[in-house]
Nanobody, 125 residues
Framework: QVQLAESGGGLVQPGGSLRLSCAASSEFAFSSYAMAWYRQKPGEECEMVATIPRGDGSPNYRDSVKDRFTFSRDTEQNMLFLQMNALKLEDTAVYYC?????????????????WGQGTQVTVSS
């Protein structure tokens, strides 16, 4: 069973920054999969925040986070990162990493064993 572990969330003021990390169990190589950061806001459906193709392709972002978030992958350490700058109140959510080929885009992120525990990001003044 693949295990994913997100970290780096926290409480930050509007305009602040956070860097999220994602680690996987050893049998799951991020470089072999297109990967995504998802987020779940209270009372809303799961959103795909950013994606990165397998191999050397460039990330893509949903419009609301473009020019603020940066998705990167460290192949050697098998880690994913999401650098989040200029955070806004509406970025408050639980953030998850996963492979779209495993979970698609469900209505609810994180509700089964195919997900990690997520990391809470709270943007508040």
């Amino acid at each position: 069973q693949v295990q994913l572990a997100e970290s780096g969330g926290g409480l930050v003021q509007p305009g602040g920054s956070l860097r999220l990390s994602c680690a996987a169990s050893s049998e799951f190589a991020f470089s072999s999969y297109a990967m995504a950061w998802y987020r779940q806001k209270p009372g809303e459906e799961c959103e795909m925040v950013a994606t990165i193709p397998r191999g050397d392709g460039s990330p893509n972002y949903r419009d609301s986070v473009k020019d603020r978030f940066t998705f990167s992958r460290d192949t050697e350490q098998n880690m994913l990162f999401l650098q989040m700058n200029a955070l806004k109140l509406e970025d408050t959510a639980v953030y998850y990493c996963n492979a779209p080929s495993r979970v698609g885009l469900p209505r609810q992120c994180g509700d089964n064993d195919n997900w990690g525990q997520g990391t809470q990001v709270t943007v508040s003044s």
